[in-house]
């Protein structure tokens, strides 16, 4: 495996880190964070847990991983990364989790590529680039990871500068959704219906919409609402309300909670952002941003709030307080008014992370 033999400095630190935990925990683990699309036999589709290393339902701790790693086993190194980027049952500790990713990842492990590309979008543990998040996401894309495959589409199409680069977006996103993927199949809901990057179809847009919401994909209901209400107005000869531009969610992006490593995709944990305004409908919350003309620095993510489901609208990126309290002076005077509130930016993912495994 890449990367030679474990220190003896990074033995006695997973020694002391270990703690035991089943492989059917991992799993379940991984699939609630990351997402991966499970095949028939539960397993994910684009690799065997482990390969033939252990027993699938024997006890294994971190040093134990660490071993199986040294010995050449992509997925145990892979496990150990995911644990270090998720904190869970150790310190969380980004560059610890690159270095087992990459190791991974240089084995051809498309879950590894994956995790690499969201480190280096998120800039955790390494400098950010989207250039390089990019280059893995499509190494695991072409290996037919649905979430890799949807991270790529998604990148591209927000950084397409032509029709022919978003129609090579909506390819990739279409190989995820054809693999069930609710959030991919949104997206080509919301480019069929607004011609972006494929060709103008409602049918096309109700359907995807339809199947997202099949899996209680929340955006894709009220979009499927709205689209199915004004074609009904049409064909009976009414005026109907203009079309909400929506916009395709970004990266990382999650089925029904928002994955906050998409809903703020890009943004730094130790800079501020400005919280405006909050909605009961994404409808609502993307009006905002056009009416105040918020574009390109607003973001929406939803949280869930006493029960039910809101749309957060924050804007802005800032290195401290300071700076983002100054530019609530430039809001318009509407927004001021709202009060907007500056927040950490590690504070908002943390607080989505701990909703999401709630």
């Known amino acids: 495996m890449p990367g030679g033999n474990l220190s003896q400095h990074r033995r006695m630190r997973l020694k002391g880190l270990a703690r035991p935990f089943t492989i059917a925990d991992m799993l379940k683990r991984l699939t609630l964070v990351a997402g991966i699309v499970l095949g028939a036999s ?11 290393a252990v027993q699938p339902d024997l006890g294994y701790d971190l040093l134990e991983l660490s071993r199986l790693a040294e010995q050449g086993d992509s997925r145990a190194a892979f496990f150990i990364g995911r644990r270090f980027a998720t904190g869970d049952g150790v310190a969380r500790d980004y560059g610890e989790a690159v270095d087992w990713f990459k190791r991974a990842a240089d084995d051809d492990l498309a879950e590894a590529q994956y995790w690499l590309g969201i480190m280096h979008a998120q800039g955790h543990g390494v400098p950010r680039s989207n250039e390089r998040a990019a280059a893995w996401f499509r190494r695991a894309a072409e290996q037919g990871l649905a979430d890799a495959q949807h991270a790529y589409g998604t990148l591209m199409l927000r950084e397409a500068a032509d029709d022919r680069r978003r129609k090579q977006a909506a390819d990739w996103l279409r190989k995820a959704a054809r693999q069930g993927l609710a959030k991919a199949q949104y997206n080509l809901g919301v480019m069929h219906e607004f011609g972006r990057g494929v060709t103008l179809n409602l049918a096309s847009a109700k359907d995807w919409y339809r199947r997202a919401a099949a899996q209680g994909f929340e955006a894709a209901e009220a979009r499927l609402k709205s689209l199915t209400e004004r ?19 970004k990266a990382e992006p999650e089925a029904v909670r928002i994955d906050p490593e998409e809903a703020l995709d890009g943004l730094v944990d130790n800079r501020f952002t400005l919280q405006l305004v909050s909605y009961r409908t994404f409808d609502r919350a993307v009006n905002a941003v056009r009416r105040f003309r918020l574009d390109p620095d607003a973001r929406i993510y939803s949280m869930q709030s006493r029960g039910r489901l809101w749309y957060v609208v924050i804007y802005g990126e800032f290195p401290d307080q300071a700076a983002a309290t100054k530019a609530i002076e430039s809001l318009p005077v509407a927004l001021r008014k709202a009060q907007p509130r500056v927040r950490g930016i590690g504070a908002i993912r943390r607080q989505l992370t701990a909703q999401g495994d709630g």
């Open 231 to 249: 074609v009904a107005a049409a064909e009976q000869g009414r005026k109907a309300p203009a079309p909400t531009q929506a916009r395709p969610r």
């Open 42 to 52: 539960g397993l994910p589709a684009a690799a065997q847990l482990l390969g033939n």
